[in-house]
């Protein structure tokens, strides 16, 4: 059973609407972390937060916002999405984010959202 | 830039068969490979986890090797069943602290009973 949870599971939206993805992490983790999966792509990776603070983010466009209030909480706020913004969007945590060794990361079950 | 291209991208085989699920990486400067199960329209679960100074990893049927040299990893599974069905995906951990994982696209296993 993992230890990260995500809501909601899914998520309908039209172009104009603003929504927000919730993700909880139980266990104890430093780092988390925002992927987006589209079909028939590799999971991309979109933010990563340690400690609070985002140490990452690979070139999204501005109308997906993170945030991180603290260690076991991270948000995705969207608004203004596009429909090719529609995929499953994982959310994943890991002890650290420096730690060189053993830093495995562990996955909720995702978000499913369609953007019409 | 690294890229993970894992072959072949679909595989179905009868059940009780053993198979191989392969992954390469273009840059061997790795810390460490990661073996991920997802079923269909979920999150992933990890399945092992290979540190770039080790061979292999197992776990039950599973066993993934690591040939860092030569960029290339496999997923072995013993004795398929039909509860492996799912898709597989390999990643890996750049050679540099405090950087991401990179995926491969899967490979997409069916077994049948």
């Known amino acids: 059973e993992t230890g990260v949870t995500q809501t909601p599971r899914h998520l309908v939206m039209g172009m104009t609407n603003k929504k927000s993805l919730k993700c909880e992490q139980h266990?104890?983790?430093?780092?988390m972390y925002w992927y987006k999966q589209s079909a028939k792509k590799p999971l991309e990776l979109m933010f990563v937060?340690?400690?609070?603070?985002?140490?990452e983010n690979n070139s999204v466009p501005s109308r997906f916002s993170p945030e991180c209030p603290n260690s076991s909480h991270l948000f995705l706020h969207l608004h203004t999405l596009q429909p090719e913004d529609s995929a499953l969007y994982l959310c994943?945590?890991?002890?650290?984010?420096?730690?060189?060794?053993?830093?495995?990361?562990?996955f909720g079950p995702g978000t499913r959202l369609t953007v019409l | 830039k690294q890229e993970v291209t894992q072959i072949p991208a679909a595989l179905s085989v009868p059940e009780g068969e053993n198979l191989v699920l392969n992954c390469s990486f273009t840059?061997?400067?790795?810390?460490?490979l990661q073996w991920f199960r997802q079923d269909p329209g979920k999150g992933l679960t990890s399945l092992l986890l290979?540190?770039?100074?080790?061979r292999e990893q197992t776990s039950g049927r599973l066993n993934a090797s690591l040939d860092k040299s030569s960029g290339r990893s496999t997923l072995y599974i013993a004795a398929s069943q039909p509860g492996d069905s799912a898709t597989y995906l390999c990643?890996?951990?750049?050679?540099?602290?405090?950087?991401?994982?990179?995926f491969g696209k899967g490979t997409t296993l069916s077994v049948s009973s």
């Open positions: 990643a890996v951990r750049r050679g540099q602290a405090g950087t991401a994982l990179i």
């Open positions: 994943a945590s890991s002890q650290d984010w420096v730690a060189l060794l053993y830093n495995e990361q562990f």
């Open positions: 266990l104890g983790h430093n780092a």
């Open positions: 290979i540190q770039s100074s080790q």
């Open positions: 937060y340690s400690l609070e603070e985002r140490v």
């Open positions: 840059d061997s400067a790795i810390y460490n």
